[in-house]
C-alpha cells in the first residue's frame, strides 16, 4: 500500500502520534492537527484518507463535505454524538466508534465516585480541609449503608453492565432502565429491571448515567427526574454531559434532595465559568460546594485504556486503507459510495 495515503487526528492526541503512527507503518503518514474547534480544521483535512476524532471538537457536515477521498471517520471513544452522522450517511463515509476500551475503567469510575459520595468521603474531606466543623463523622450525618440500597442505572450498555456487576458486588440492589435491552438480562445478571423512568429514579438511593446521548436522551434527568429521586440520594453521570440538566443540581443540592453528585461529563468540554454547577461547587457557601465532585471528562482515562483506544482508532483506518471490513460501524456505510 502506497505510504502517500495521510490519516489526520484532528484533536485530543498530540505529536508526535506514536501509536497511531506504528499502527498505520508502512499504510499512512499520521499527523494530529490538536484543533480546539472546527476551524481549525480547515485547510489541513481536506485530502485526509482516513479521520481520527475525539471529543474536543464537532465535525459538521461543512467540514464533511471538504473531504475529498476520506475512507473512514474513526471516533476515538464510544459516543459519536460530536460527528454529524447523517452528511457522514449521505457522503458514504463510514463512521465508526471504539465501543470496548474503556469500560472497566469508566465503571470502576462511577462506582468509585458513588462510593466516595455515599460514605461522606467527599463531603468531609472537603469540610475538614476547608476548617468547618467538628473534627467527627458527625459532621456526614446522616450516611446510610450501601449494602441493600437500590443502585439505579440508566442504560445498561457495556459499561452500564461492568457497573451493575461492580454495584451487586458490593451488595446493592442493582436496578435498571433500559428500553431497548431484550428482556432476560436481568435474569442473568440477578439484577431487577424498571418498565419506566419514574419507576428507576423514585427507588434509586444511587442513580448512575450509562446511555448513549441521542435526541431522547438529551436531559433526560432533568430537575422533574430528580424530584422523584428519594430524599438525600445521590447522582453520578459519567456518560455523555447533556443526559444530565447540570443546573438542576444546585437546588436539588439546597432543598435536600440530592445528598451529592458526582459529575465527569458537561455539555461543553472546555469548563464554562457561568455553568451554574460550576458556580455553585466553587461557591463555599452553597452546600454544593462540599457535596458535589466534579472531575474533567476523565473516567475514561487510564494508561491501559488510552493505548487501546488509540490503537483501535488507528486499526480502524487501517482496515478502511486496505479495503478490509470494517466494525463497529455506527451508520450503517461499509465504504464509499463514490
Known sequence: MQKSQKVVITDFIQNPPRVESETLDGVAEVCALQALCEEDLDGKIESADAIIAYHYIHISEVTLKKLRKCKVIARGGVGFDNVDIRAASGLGI?????????????ADAAVGLMVSLARGAVLLNSRLRSGKGEWSPSQAAPLHRMRGSVFGIVGLGRIGTAAAVRAKSMGMDVLFYDPYKPDGYEKSLGIRRAESLGELVSQAFMLSVHCPLTPETQHLIDAEAISQMPEGSYLVNTARGAIVDTAAIPSAIEAGRLAGAGIDVFEWEKVQEDDPLIVAWRDPDHPAHHRVLITPH???????????LRTKAAETCRKALLGQTLRNVVNGVTGQTS
Open 94 to 106: 463510514p463512521v465508526c466508534n471504539v465501543p470496548d476500551y474503556g469500560t472497566e475503567d469508566v
Open 298 to 308: 476523565s473516567a475514561f482515562y487510564s494508561e491501559e485504556s488510552l493505548i487501546d
